[in-house]
Every structure is written in C-alpha cells, then in structure tokens.
C-alpha cells in the first residue's frame, strides 16, 4: 500500500477548480495503472469523481466540525480536559504541474489523530518538503526540520499534558 497526491484542492474551491482537480488526478492514477499493469500487478481501477469529491469534503466538515487546530487541541488539555494523539508520519510524493514545467515534490507529513471531549479529529500537516530530484542534498536537512517542528509541538504537548508517544522522521 502506498500513499500518493495526484491533485491538490481545497473545500473553499469553486465546483470548476474540484472538477479541474478530478480530471488531473484521474489522468496521473490512469497511468500509474498502466504502469503497474506493464510489471504485473493486478489492481482494481478506480478513478476520482466529482460527487465522490463533493460527498467527501460533506463528511469531512461533519467529521471535523467545528474545524480546530492543534493548538485548539492544546488549549483544551490546557482546561483540564483529557487529550491523547498519536502521530502517524509519512513521506508523501506529490508533482505539481506548470505550464513549461513539473515540480515534483516529497512532502514530509503528519497525521495527528487527537481524542478530545469524546471524539476522535484528525488535523494533517505538513512540516517540511524538498524537491524529488534532490533528494540526496535536500532530505536531511528537510528531516531535521520537520523534527525540529515535532519537538516544539511535543514540549507544547507536555505543557499541557496531552498522551502521546513522540515519533520522528528517520
């Protein structure tokens, strides 16, 4: 199993900027299938719909509503309030297409699934990114960063005593 962005959009987005969205994505997911079909691997092709887009940014507002912040998460443990997270990192791959160009980029991401007054929210965020083809020079000094920004959310965390195990990037 693997992760991979193939288009980026946002809820606030008009119907034509999601619709422009989906098309991307399904041109970039058609030939990811192609490719993998060359070297064998059986997979069930599904593509990206507008109402699956619509539908899913519906629930992610119900799911996340009112939409909170980490740091509204901290302010809660701070009033006493019982607050666990734990992280899940990830390296996400995503290319952004230009005009005259493509820009593909490693996104160093983290998935906080926070339980606070009863219900679980998940909050992403992106700590750092670099660009693919200069992963030799640029990861390191990207990892570091990130971890930096963990350990700063992590003393905030302790602050407030939040539960979590501390993960990092390797």
């Known amino acids: 199993m693997f992760r991979k962005c193939y288009a980026r959009g946002c809820p606030h987005n008009l119907c034509p900027h999601v619709s422009q969205a989906v098309m991307i994505a399904n041109r970039y997911l058609q030939r990811d299938y192609k490719k993998l079909e060359e070297v064998g691997v059986q997979v069930d092709k599904r593509l990206f719909t507008l109402a699956d887009m619509v539908v899913k940014f519906d629930e992610m507002k119900e799911a996340h509503s009112p939409l909170l ?5 901290i302010d809660i443990a701070r009033e006493g309030n019982q607050v666990a997270v734990a992280a899940t990192l990830e390296f996400v791959t995503g290319v952004e297409h ?4 493509n820009n593909q980029q490693v996104f ?3 998935d906080f699934a926070i339980t606070a007054l009863g219900k679980t929210h998940h909050y992403e965020r992106c700590l750092a990114c670099y660009e693919a083809d200069r992963e030799r020079q640029k990861k390191a000094p990207k990892i570091d960063i990130a971890n930096e920004r963990l350990k700063l959310l992590y003393d905030e965390f302790d602050q407030a005593s939040i539960k979590y195990k501390r993960r990092f990037f390797t």
């Not at 912040?69 to 998460?73: P, S």
């Open 69 to 73: 912040a980490i740091h509204d998460y």
């Open 98 to 101: 230009f005009a005259n160009y």
């Open 108 to 110: 160093l991401m983290v």
